[in-house]
């Protein structure tokens, strides 16, 4: 199992800190560092880095770690400049980058910033269409003809390296593993229950064969939280207090962990979920905080990653 750390800048955070969490990730031997893409946190304007930026200056000051967005809208930026983008941080870190793509979801922030947010249903449409330009793009360059965007360049240098690669994600049943399955490397949801989770991959396989491409070939992931204490004690206690704040026993709410594969307990029980998740055929497990940069305490995410490798 792949393990990475998945950071929310929207929340407050410089690129100083940024910095210093993705080289804390790859001293301690994680497999990727991923980060939002959202200007504004909910309702509230933080200190909000521009992601497909940061990654510019995270590509140069790292050497092995996987830099992964999760995930960058569509809305934000026209998928030619989002390609070329992508392969401008591609030629810097060497083959490193995973460029999330997504339709755009939070309101507020485009609300804030002037910036368009159709339909869902056109959203989707333009997503669609924005793969195709993105991944003609980073082959090399060709002809795309769409209601919302279009290509005419029958070269576009640079291209894509072997090492550049596209993740979708999301939680949607259909439309969103069906993208992933016709253009992704790797399809990206949160945690949830095995239903869910077999449902989504019967049509992301679907989608890639249907497209001519190995399913086996698409990394599977998930993203959500990491719950790992010292002691039984801690946890039980941990368990009565986060149950609280949704209502529930104990008891369910540890059902409810368990339901979705969420590491949870002293080391060993929490490393049971990674294992499970691995059964049901999930290749990476990102850690994900929410939170300002500042407080991501890096002595608790040592405990949870040596816990969970």
């Known amino acids: 199992m792949e393990l990475g750390l998945f950071v929310e800048p929207q929340c407050g955070g410089s690129y100083d800190r940024l910095l210093q969490l993705a080289q804390w990730a790859e001293t301690a031997g994680l497999d990727a560092f991923a980060r939002s893409d959202h200007y504004l946190n909910g309702e509230e304007s933080a200190h909000a880095t ?22 960058s809208p569509i809305s934000f930026r026209h998928p030619a400049v989002m390609a070329k983008s992508a392969t401008t941080i591609d030629e810097m870190s060497g083959g490193r980058f995973t460029l999330g793509v997504g339709t755009g979801w939070m309101e507020s922030e485009h609300d804030a910033f002037g910036m368009d947010l159709p339909p869902l249903a056109e959203r989707f449409d333009r997503l669609e269409e924005s793969l195709e330009v993105i991944t003609t793009m980073f082959s090399g360059g060709g002809s795309v003809d769409g209601t919302y965007y279009s290509l005419k360049s029958d070269t576009v240098a640079p291209s894509a390296s072997q090492g550049l690669q596209i993740v979708i994600g999301g939680s949607g049943p259909r439309k969103t593993p069906t993208l992933a399955g016709t253009y992704a490397h790797e399809y990206n949801s949160f945690v949830t229950d095995r239903q869910s989770f077999d449902a989504r991959r ?49 008891d369910e709410y540890s059902a409810f962990l368990d339901e979705r594969c969420v590491p949870h307990g002293p080391p060993e ?23 300002p940069l500042d407080d991501v305490d890096l002595n608790r995410m040592d405990r949870i990653f040596s816990a969970l490798k």
Not at 54 to 71: H, M, N, P, Y
Not at 210 to 229: E, H, K, T
Not at 272 to 284: F, L, N
Request: no cysteine; net charge neutral.
């Open 269 to 291: 029980r929490a490393r049971q979920a990674i294992d499970q998740m691995a059964s049901w055929g999930v290749g990476r497990y990102y850690v994900q905080e929410y939170t």
């Open 50 to 71: 521009d992601a497909l930026t940061s990654f510019g200056g995270l590509a140069r000051e790292t050497s092995t770690i996987r830099l992964v967005s999760l995930v």
């Open 202 to 250: 019967r049509t992301l396989r679907s989608a890639a064969t249907g497209a001519g491409r190995n399913p086996d070939d698409i990394l599977i992931s998930f993203s959500g939280p990491a719950l790992v204490y010292e002691s039984e004690s801690e946890h039980a206690e941990a368990l009565v207090t986060r149950g609280a704040r949704r209502d529930m026993t104990a």
